[in-house]
């Protein structure tokens, strides 16, 4: 397994945005490719790869000097519960700590709240709706040793 940045507008990438409409969009009746992604290219783009077909991505995307949005993670069906999540959301939080970056904030999926706790990631609001579905808004400082 492989866990690596991947460039905006490539084969890696056109991967990256079919495992996120299968897996984060068509489950709810949308698809990924009616909404505008043409900001992507300003964004880190982190992919699991296992022999050579991708099974996990991540987006970073920088809000601030000091803060960096994790969005966009999914990992496939068939490989969910493996840890895989996991490993993806620690080598993002390296490659945020090397970039400079202070804190990373997310719009967490109700169901995914107990996974980014364990993460030690902190719930910021109360539940909202986003894509029709509730979410908490959470973040970590990444200075905190853990």
Do not use: W
């Amino acid at each position: 397994m492989d866990i690596r940045i991947i460039e905006p507008l490539s084969e890696e990438y056109r991967q990256s945005l079919e495992l996120r409409d299968n897996i984060l969009r068509k489950p709810l009746g949308l698809s990924l490719f009616n909404e505008n992604l043409d900001n992507e290219v300003n964004d880190i783009h982190i992919g699991v790869f296992l022999d050579c077909q991708i099974i996990g991505i991540l987006i970073l995307t920088p809000l601030s000097p000091d803060t960096v949005k994790m969005r966009q993670v999914a990992v496939r069906e068939d490989f969910q519960g493996k840890g895989i999540g996991t490993r993806m959301v620690r080598f993002a939080e390296e490659i945020a700590k090397k970039q400079g970056f202070k804190r990373i904030v997310l719009n967490a999926r109700k169901t995914a709240v107990p996974f980014y706790r364990k993460l030690f990631y902190d719930i910021l609001s109360d539940e909202f709706t986003e894509v029709g579905i509730p979410h908490y808004k959470m973040s970590k400082n990444l200075s905190q040793s853990i």
